[in-house]
């Protein structure tokens, strides 16, 4: 394996995902993965600069960022890129008020949103909101749209928590979208936007960054995404949660 | 419009589907759609062989049968093509265990079927029992079969009662098989093995059968089984279910 200082050649930032590759939650809050702690810590520490790119969808930035900081990570709420806040700012630019099919912990994330009279649905990892007169009522209001539009916060298709793996947002969507005839627009990975937004925020190129994980994989950043940099990285930092999803 | 006998020259059945054309479901029961009581009791008395084929799958036949005949029909337990006794046969013939994920009404029709230690999973209209901890429930078992096979009670997108548009089958079925990158095998419309049954219990030929009725074109029985007759068929014997569907 190459040496730390060769591998990071030409590398001045790095997206970290939260889930499964920092910590694995469940119904007792989560655990960290082992060595996930000290790999950020380390990251810091190396004057990279680091930008955590998360789908969670059923907690709040700053419910999210209270609960790893408990764990013992250092990461503060202005250092997250999160699908809810990026939906905000799509609803805004577009006149959209959201009938919201999420999660009660992150539905305050759209307090300043007008949600009279929806003109569109926004869909999260309800969790056990997704219920069937819930997923009912968003698909009827969809079917009564001249113009449906479905915001979906994420695509994926499971996640993993301490009990087992979990139904995610991605799977419910799907289902709306064939009920429905339509195609959900995706806010989160694996949209290149929220990519974008993420490196914005640091000041980084595509081509000048790492993506160390298993999500940012598995939900295509390398396609997604001109330029990010493949590699072990995630390894040599000392991540090792979903292994076999490494870039 | 070509008269009745000429229209029918040729034709020796009728496969009439049951829900949305012959009654809409509710939560009272549910009710005769206008015209179609006489509409049946017509084509019995014209010698043609009448077979009811339904994806209904949050009631045994019995009980659909039961509900039918308050409502005024003419229709007996034999009659009904079904995909829960369907769907029976098929497990039988591939010795296969399985979860199920159906609506309580159905249930009984899965008794005398092993149902332990699952090695499938299978998907009906559950109603209110398509829990986020049911989907849950049959989406870790899949994931944890080498070989996870789905089978699927029909391939609806929603259905009308009288209360509104109804998601129906299909949807959750996509879920499940985007969750676990599979793909389901239905049972019941349109899969041409469920009309072709239907065929054989009236010993009547794809040629020589017409399928009025809204949820046979849109689950594509003309493509389904070679031969079915297109017309107003429907219109003619003053069946009104779904005029837009009617084949």
Known sequence: MAAWSERLAGVRGVLLDISGVLYDGGADGGTPIAGSVEAVARLKRSGLKVRFCTNESQKSRRDLVQLLRRLGFDISEGEVTAPAPATCLVLRERGLRPHLLVHDGIRSEFD?????????????????????????????????????????????????????????????????????????????????????????????????????????????????VEGPGRGSLGLELGLRGRPDCWV
């Not at 991605?170 to 806010?187: F, N, R, S, W």
Request: net charge neutral.
């Open 112 to 224: 300043q949103i007008d949600k009279s009279n929806p003109n569109c649905v926004v869909i999260a990892d309800a969790g056990e909101g997704f219920s069937y007169q819930n997923m009912n009522r968003a698909f009827q209001l969809l079917m009564q749209l001249d113009n449906p539009v479905l915001i979906s916060l994420g695509k994926g298709r499971y996640y993993k928590e301490t009990s087992g793996l979990m139904l995610d947002v991605g799977a419910y969507t799907k289902a709306l979208e064939y009920a429905c005839g339509i195609e959900a627009q995706v806010v989160g990975k694996p949209s290149p936007e929220f990519f974008k937004s993420a490196l914005q925020d640091i000041g980084v190129a595509a081509h000048q960054v790492r993506v160390p994980g298993g999500a940012a994989l598995s939900a295509g950043v390398g396609g997604g």
